[in-house]
T-cell receptor
Framework: GAGVSQSPSNKVTEKGKDVELRCDPISGHTALYWYRQSLGQGLEFLIYFQGNSAPDKSGLPSDRFSAERTGGSVSTLTIQRTQQEDSAVYLC???????????FGSGTQLSVL | AQSVTQLGSHVSVSEGALVLLRCNYSSSVPPYLFWYVQYPNQGLQLLLKYTTGATLVKGINGFEAEFKKSETSFHLTKPSAHMSDAAEYFCAVLSGGYNKLIFGAGTRLAVHP
């Protein structure tokens, strides 16, 4: 596709359930980021993938959060045993390299009831 | 640790007035600095970036920013605000050995007639 694609665009789940959020980056982009955007909180860094290097997971808020990137392309962010405080917009972005322009997806609005 | 501080979560200006959005960073190494904008109901997009070279950087839509090392600042300006500039603006720094892009909390710009 022409841009970064995220699915689903909206996800409503019950507290305690697991969710998976998907990101399809722009073809050829080696860098991929996940951010979380909460009202009034700006963008919170979660995880960064660069090529075949080990991901930078330093932003993941707890061990309930994990992410993988298969084949250097599609990425999945998994949140286990969701909590109400996990409710936010989860944004994925990709770029040609670390210092290059990020292209953002439209995000997944996660609501935990 | 690298960080970004945006002074003022909300800024309001009159149409035609100067826009000044403040950003200060903390970095132990020469930083790469970015401004992103998020228009209502749209994804984030790059306004401008500073990597090396000229400290005054020009971006899209008439915006510019100046990197001032002595002040650890990267303030965003536009000489004359337009109604269409109403959006949320995020300053970001590339940090941690240039691994991850850290965003500020954002400044919401309102432009009134």
């Amino acid at each position: 596709g022409a841009g970064v694609s995220q699915s689903p665009s909206n996800k409503v789940t019950e507290k305690g359930k697991d969710v998976e959020l998907r990101c399809d980056p722009i073809s050829g982009h080696t860098a991929l980021y996940w951010y979380r955007q909460s009202l009034g909180q700006g963008l919170e860094f979660l995880i960064y993938f660069q090529g075949n290097s080990a991901p930078d997971k330093s932003g993941l808020p707890s061990d309930r959060f994990s992410a993988e990137r298969t084949g250097g392309s599609v990425s999945t962010l998994t949140i286990q045993r969701t909590q109400q405080e996990d409710s936010a917009v989860y944004l994925c972005a990709s770029s040609l390299g670390r210092e290059e322009k990020l292209f953002f997806g439209s995000g997944t609005q996660l609501s935990v009831l | 640790a690298q960080s970004v501080t945006q002074l003022g979560s909300h800024v309001s200006v009159s149409e035609g007035a100067l826009v000044l959005l403040r950003c200060n960073y903390s970095s132990s190494v020469p930083p790469y600095l970015f401004w992103y904008v998020q228009y209502p109901n749209q994804g984030l997009q790059l306004l401008l970036k500073y990597t090396t070279g000229a400290t005054l950087v020009k971006g899209i839509n008439g915006f510019e920013a100046e990197f001032k090392k002595s002040e650890t600042s990267f303030h965003l300006t536009k000489p004359s605000a337009h109604m269409s500039d109403a959006a949320e603006y995020f300053c970001a720094v590339l940090s941690g050995g240039y691994n991850k892009l850290i965003f500020g909390a954002g400044t919401r710009l309102a432009v009134h007639p």
